[in-house]
């Protein structure tokens, strides 16, 4: 036995590949449920328009809805089925970009990307969702995963600027955060809720006084007063984002990008993140419901990045809704009015 061989060290063992699936597989799957998402919205819809969908609608009779239902029932169960995969599609888009704003080496470009292809896509999106190559009642999702990622930045920001300040001023960004969010809150109950002139005047100062009393408990509690006035500093940019959300009419909303912040705050544990972001969308609309499934492949992700795929995930988006509008005029339905 060659004695030299005793002390050779012994062999490291092969690391083990972490199981799950990549970050390209799921946003495989995003765009694979994206499509089939617009293939409803802009190609299905066109069709149950063409068939009277919208005037029946209109006029409101049970009997003839029932006669419109017996005769078109198949392609609106399609329709349906369609958009209730689509739910699948945002929600994870807002969790690669929660990842992705973690792990980006240069966030300025990474903004730069979202802010350029915003542009770029609101062509084709209006020509398959509003048949006008300009129609400005209604923008793309890149402007709202846009918007998500500045307030994530605005949130970095704080917390690091309060960190190195002392300032009394902070106390103000903190007052108006606990305001602005009232008041946006006050303004969705009174469109939920459809209140009259007098019962909305009531609501709002309703919940600007419960404000009002949160941010005084916040202030005498001087334990927690540091992270009050960086938690409202987050509030007011955040309900300003959100207000800007709803002005522009982006795709999602203001809650589309409350879904980001959500997943953001848990962002440590992915499961809770996603379950967070979903339970955002599915309190604005209960068709989003579906969205829960996503858990599925994000209990699964592995944080590895996967093929690298960048460019095609971002052009996906315009390329796909170009392609359906022409599909649709090849149908004969490209003058059809979708709204």
Known sequence: MDSAGLNMPAEAPAAKEKKGISGSTIKIIAVTAMLIDHIGAAVLTRQLMADGLGSVMERGSVEEMMSWMMAHGAIYITYTMLRLIGRLGFPIFCFLLVEGFQKTRDVRKYAMRLGLF????????????????????????????????????????????????????????????????ATYGAICVMKVLNLRTTESILAALGVLCVAAALGLVFYKSRKGLKRAQIAGADMMVLVLVMYLADLLCTDYGGMGVLTIIAMYIFRKNKVLSVTAGCVVLTVMSVSEITAFFVLIPIALYNGKRGLKMKYFFYAFYPVHLFLLYVVSVLMGLGDVSMF
């Open 118 to 181: 915003a542009l770029l896509s609101e062509i084709p999106f209006d020509l398959a969702m509003r048949g006008s190559p300009f129609d400005f009642g209604y923008q793309n999702v890149y402007f709202t995963l846009f918007l998500g990622l500045f307030t994530l930045c605005a949130f970095e920001f704080f917390a690091k600027y309060r960190n190195a300040s002392e300032s009394r001023l902070w106390m103000l960004p903190m007052i108006l955060g606990v305001l602005f969010a």
